[in-house]
């Protein structure tokens, strides 16, 4: 997929939410682990009551490597589900890759070209040649960790090295990166008050933004600090929606919840268009 098609299907659906799939067969709704993939099964319900209401999805690989073979059989299935049923909505492989030049062809392969999503979360820690093989593949999105939302983010990423923040470095330093078009970066909702230098930084790129809800991001300040012209940013909730019950109405309160956040998004994307 290409920015100017995610674009224009933010603009359609007047919404920049992110859903992401992270699931946990100790949560789902009971009834499901009778279903021969319950995975998938969840993953399928969720998707289809929601897509009308978000513009990208995001599987955690951890949530299906766990599982084994069947959880990487029923993240195949998933992705699947979405290019063949919704092709409009961005993927995004959240698998946190970044090794040697070598291994890092082989893990776009295995998420652009057998997976076949449509981006991959990326370590920038072992640099360009690490990062590079990721954007060698023509419209497929390399989203680079930059800012983290978690606490131990300030143990590396807000560290001076030589006068300047690492994760300042990083955005710096992979702009320079062979076909750093195709770059976006993750930045967490909860640091917001660190949006505005970013984009001083990176004017232009998509943010991918986790910690919107059970993490306790404001999704006001990032939109205040983080919206670009084109939007640029990717708001990420997982917990917030797809827990939202664990019986038989599950899907139906995922789109209850995933509807208020678009609702927001909406009122941001107005607003901005205003300004």
Known sequence: ?????????????????????????????????????PIFAFNKAIIDETHQLCVAYKPNIAFYEAYGIKGWEALKKTIDYLNDNYPEIFTIADAKRGDIGNTSTMYAKAFFEDMNFDSVTIAPYMGKDSVEPFLAFENKHTILLALTSNQGAFDFQTKDVEGKE??????EISKAYENSENLMYVVGA?????????RKIVPNSFLLVPG????????????????????????????????????????????????????????????????
């Open 1 to 37: 997929m290409t920015t100017n098609q995610l674009i224009t299907q933010i603009h359609k659906k007047k919404s920049f939410l992110c859903i992401g799939l992270d699931v946990d067969l100790n949560k789902v709704p009971k009834h499901l682990l009778k279903e021969e993939d």
């Open 212 to 275: 919107v809800g059970a993490q306790g991001g404001n999704l006001q300040d990032v939109c205040k600090y983080g919206m670009t012209e084109d939007v640029g940013l990717l708001i990420n909730s997982s917990r917030g929606i797809i827990y939202a019950s664990n019986g038989a109405d599950f899907a139906e309160a995922a789109a209850a919840k995933a509807k208020e956040l678009r609702e927001q998004m909406a009122l941001e994307l107005k607003r901005h268009s205003e300004e």
């Open 166 to 171: 690492l994760y300042k470095q990083v955005l």
């Open 190 to 198: 909860t640091k917001a008050e660190y949006f505005k230098g970013i």
